[in-house]
């Protein structure tokens, strides 16, 4: 059994019970091939709970400080993180990125870049435009529905993969094409939220 599996495993055994997770759309995921998972981001447990809700193994980007401690930088590319510096264009992330995706596997992103502490949808950075239009990814619009209280339910909703079609044809910029699916994101909040 690998790493990512079992600390998959172990945490799913905390957190299901702890958040009372409840999961909606897990089938929209496609079983084979490139996919981005795109998700809002309120919390520092949003991208192990992505990770245990879905299942696909996925790649997540994390802050380059993270990796300048070396016990902690070789366990987190263990389970499938990789670094990427903030608030700069990092070739070597989107490089690492678009390679992750052309060995057909899974990429998880936070358009944001960083969590909301209030909640509400931030405006979402290039990043997560330049992966969709850069590669055949199936992208899978993920909304995290809160709060993250012991006891309360917490939802995770992933929607079926966008039509990216309408998008290349007109030629959208990296920006506006984040901004699509940031809204999609949106849309499954709302949609979810009663």
Do not use: W
């Not at 997560?128 to 993250?148: K, Q, V, W």
């Amino acid at each position: 059994m690998s790493l990512y599996t079992f600390a998959k495993n172990v945490l799913a055994a905390i957190l299901f019970p702890v958040f009372r997770i409840q999961v909606i759309g897990k089938e929209n995921i496609p079983g084979q091939g490139p996919v981005i998972i795109c998700s809002n981001h309120i919390s520092n447990f949003d991208p192990p709970v992505v990770g245990i809700t879905s299942p696909r193994d996925i790649y997540f980007m994390a802050k380059g400080e993270l990796f300048e401690k070396r016990f902690l930088g070789k366990l987190l590319l263990k389970v499938h993180a990789f670094p990427v510096k903030r608030g700069m264009k990092d070739r070597n992330a989107l490089r690492t990125g678009l390679e992750i995706l052309k060995e057909g596997n899974t990429l998880g992103l936070f358009p944001e870049g960083t969590r909301s502490k209030t909640g509400e949808f931030g405006r979402p950075l290039a990043g997560a435009g330049f992966f969709a239009l850069r590669s055949e990814a199936a992208i899978i619009p993920c909304a995290i529905i809160g709060p993250y209280k012991p006891g309360k339910k917490l939802k995770v909703v992933y929607g079926p993969p966008m039509n990216m079609e309408k998008l290349r044809h007109s030629k959208a910029s990296a920006q506006e094409t984040a901004d699509a699916i940031m809204q999609e994101i949106k849309l499954l909040k709302e949609n979810h939220s009663s």
